[in-house]
């Protein structure tokens, strides 16, 4: 068990609905991570925050957005989901940035 | 732009039976060089981190080694459940401060009693 927990464990949407995946952080950790992982893509990296503020981004689509909240838990919104966007998505954190990131248990989003 | 590259795709062993994983990468600058080993369905759990050419770390059956070009994992005399996909990731410096993770695709592993 990491410490970093991920909320819902599945969730199953028609295509152009809208969804809220939530991550609450190890204990004391400032930066929060979010990734997909699909099977021909592997890993990839999303966006990234520390202690409230978005730090960086990477291939996030402008459909999806995410924020970080003062008790450091995040959400990440996905919106008019389209069937490409069936993945696991990850949220990982750690202490400081540059640290280890330690990996929830995921999101598994089946988009139909 | 940072890449990772993980070889073999898929490695069969036999239990008892020792061999190396490898990671190539090309980064602007290494920060440090992870290694994770993730379960069918869960999240990728932390092996490793080396920072610097000539490091290695080891734990139980598990060594991994680091040189400027590519890193290893060799595992020795593995157990059934050492079955898993080994990941690679490499943390660049600098980028305008990201600190994200670039991944490789990963190393099956199955081993086989």
């Known amino acids: 068990d990491s410490g970093v927990t991920q909320t819902p464990k599945h969730l199953i949407t028609a295509t152009g609905q809208r969804v809220t995946l939530r991550c609450s952080p190890r204990?004391?950790?400032?930066?929060v991570y979010w990734y997909q992982q699909s099977l021909d893509q592997g890993l990839q990296f999303l966006i990234q925050?520390?202690?409230?503020?978005?730090?960086a981004k990477g291939n996030i689509l402008e459909r999806f957005s995410a924020q970080q909240f003062p008790d450091l838990h995040s959400e990440l919104n996905l919106s008019s989901l389209e069937l490409g966007d069936s993945a696991l998505y990850f949220c990982?954190?750690?202490?400081?940035?540059?640290?280890?990131?330690?990996f929830g248990p995921g999101t598994r989003l089946l988009v139909l | 732009e940072d890449q990772v590259t993980q070889s073999p795709e898929a490695l069969r062993l036999q239990e008892g039976e020792s061999s190396s994983l490898n990671c190539s990468y090309t980064?602007?600058?290494?920060?440090?060089l992870f290694w994770y080993r993730q379960d069918p369905g869960k999240g990728p759990e932390f092996l490793f981190t080396?920072?610097?050419a000539g490091e290695e770390k080891e734990k139980e059956r598990l060594k991994a080694t680091l040189t400027k070009k590519e890193s290893f994992l060799h595992i020795t005399a593995p157990k059934p459940e050492d079955s898993a996909t080994y990941l690679c990731?490499?943390?660049?410096?600098?980028?305008?401060?990201?600190?994200?993770?670039?991944f490789g695709k990963g190393t099956k592993l199955t081993v086989n009693p």
């Open positions: 990731a490499v943390q660049a410096q600098g980028e305008g401060g990201s600190e994200k993770l670039v």
């Open positions: 925050y520390y202690n409230g503020e978005e730090r």
């Open positions: 204990s004391g950790d400032l930066s």
């Open positions: 080396l920072y610097s």
């Open positions: 990982a954190s750690s202490a400081n940035r540059g640290e280890t990131q330690y």
């Open positions: 980064v602007s600058g290494l920060r440090g």
